[in-house]
């Protein structure tokens, strides 16, 4: 079973950059894709970037690609999101997820992952 701690959020202006981190434990962490979603105030959790087992693939939602970036290092058993630029619209409640996978690959369905954690809040306002 894997276990996910997300860390990193706080409040900043709009244009700013955040780097949020998952922390995992759990065998096999390098046999599961992860993904960080977004729930905004009212909304449903929705996909933001997903990234492979070795992190050579990764996938990202239209409204965020070229602002943010995902990465992981499995000698650690951690993933990471850069979140540069940050508009309004990005505010929310930020997961990370992990989904295990018989080969390497990405997942943006949030219904596909196995584990979550508990999120990190991320406020953008001026």
């Known amino acids: 079973q894997v276990q996910l701690v997300e860390s990193g959020g706080g409040l900043v202006q709009p244009g700013g950059s955040l780097r949020l981190s998952c922390a995992a434990s759990?065998?096999?962490?390098?046999?599961?894709?992860t993904g960080w979603f977004l729930q905004a105030p009212g909304m449903q959790r929705e996909f933001v970037a997903v990234?492979?087992?070795?992190?050579?693939?990764?996938y990202y939602e239209d409204s965020v690609k070229g602002r943010f970036t995902i990465s992981r290092d499995n000698d650690r058993k951690m993933v990471y999101l850069q979140m540069n630029n940050l508009k309004l619209e990005d505010t929310g409640v930020y997961f990370c997820a992990a989904v295990k996978l018989e080969e390497e690959g990405v997942v943006a369905d949030p219904s596909k992952y196995d584990y979550w954690g508990r999120g990190t809040r991320v406020t953008v306002s001026s």
């Open positions: 990234t492979s087992w070795s992190g050579r693939s990764s």
């Open positions: 759990g065998p096999r962490f390098s046999s599961y894709a």
